[in-house]
């Protein structure tokens, strides 16, 4: 088995975000400066078109974080003190390493580091449901229509896990794009005080287009998975300066969401007031110059545009269906 599979690290933002169940604005803490030989072609992001929106992008995902030593300390010393993550089972860790791909580096570091994180953060904040479905959130598509497994493996994959695991990890790509896309969340956002109504949800599979429908509970705990598995892309810093960011835009309506109508699991704290504005700790590159002449509304269309197309190009239905309880559900067309 490879050291790839076999192994994954935690940075220190991780360790603390699994410690502490939290995100933060850790500005005073860390520097932030462009990754020396970044190359976004090697990772997940690497089949984004346009210069534009790659070298924003770019800006985004390639850089490095530099800690204080009294932040390294601390972090360090809170993550000791929690208990340690169980080891991913061998059956799915062979399946993996034997009949999938995962060799692709993700946003920061390689694919196992990022799943790494998100076991061990369900492990330890989202103990009322299983930490496989966010091991294997990847194996049926990414954002950026890369396709760890291949489709004839699935019938493989349900024998090596549980029928509800299976269920939220077939789920889980297309419950991603709609939360990047956004439409979805303003339509909960518009009904946040009858959320309550909501019967089931339509969709369709990334992988293959096929059609499946989540039950509401089924959908809360889908939305609680990618809650978690968001806060591994949000900025380090400077929340107020990275407002323009998509994914960070969609965790604070998400967030917004599930804690204000009761329908949050998972231990994920968020407080954005404690965000800063000054970007002083980052070096300037010049994806970070467009991004600060850009408005933010035409930033955050363009990653809502990028989703839309990376479906459109693999045939891939981004529409849904809510049951609101009142008869037959409206088709988002997306």
Same mark, same amino acid.
Do not use: C, P
């Given at each position: 088995m490879s050291a790839i599979l076999e192994k994954g690290k935690l940075d220190v933002r991780r360790k603390?975000?699994?410690? =502490?169940? !939290?995100?933060q604005d850790y500005y005073g803490e860390v520097i932030v400066v462009p990754a020396s030989n970044f190359d976004l072609n090697s990772t997940i992001f690497g089949s984004l078109e346009g210069a534009l929106p790659r070298t924003v992008v770019k800006s985004k995902i390639g850089v490095e974080l530099f800690?204080? $030593? !009294?932040?390294?300390?601390?972090? *360090?010393t809170q993550f000791d003190s929690i208990p340690v993550a169980p080891d991913f089972p061998a059956p799915l860790i062979n399946f993996m390493q034997n009949d999938c791909d995962f060799a692709m580096e993700h946003a920061d570091g390689s694919f196992m580091d990022h799943l790494k994180f998100c076991f061990e953060y369900c492990h330890a904040n989202f103990k009322k449901h299983s930490a496989v479905p966010l091991l294997l959130h990847s194996i049926m598509g990414v954002g950026t229509n890369f396709f760890p497994m291949p489709v004839d493996k699935i019938p493989k994959l349900k024998e090596l896990c549980s029928a509800e695991d299976f269920k939220h990890i077939e789920a889980f790509p297309s419950v991603l794009r709609l939360v990047i896309h956004q439409d979805?969340?303003? =339509?909960l956002l518009d009904k946040i005080d009858s959320l309550d109504s909501l019967k089931?949800? @339509?969709?369709h599979r990334?992988? $293959?287009?096929? =059609?499946f429908v989540l039950q509401a509970e089924d959908l809360w705990i889908a939305l609680n998975y990618q809650l978690c598995h968001m806060l591994d892309f949000l900025p380090a810093s400077s929340w107020y300066a990275q407002l323009d960011d998509g994914m960070f835009d969609a965790f604070?309506?998400?967030h917004k969401i599930l804690s204000t109508s009761g329908k949050q699991i998972a231990?994920?704290?968020? $407080?954005? @007031?404690? &965000?800063? !504005?000054? @970007?002083? *700790?980052?070096?300037? @590159?010049? &994806?970070g110059f467009f991004r600060s002449i850009l408005p933010t509304s035409v930033s955050l269309k363009l990653s809502k545009k990028?989703?839309?197309?990376?479906?459109? !190009?693999?045939?891939? $239905?981004?529409s849904y269906t809510i049951d609101w309880g009142e008869g037959e559900g409206e088709t988002n067309k997306i």
């Open positions: 603390h975000q699994i410690a =502490e169940h !939290k995100a800690w204080s $030593d !009294k932040a390294i300390q601390r972090i *360090n979805l969340l303003l =339509e089931s949800i @339509t969709m990334v992988i $293959d287009n096929g =059609e604070i309506k998400l231990k994920v704290d968020f $407080d954005m @007031t404690s &965000g800063e !504005k000054s @970007t002083d *700790n980052y070096s300037i @590159t010049l &994806g990028a989703i839309a197309k990376f479906s459109k !190009k693999i045939n891939h $239905d981004i």
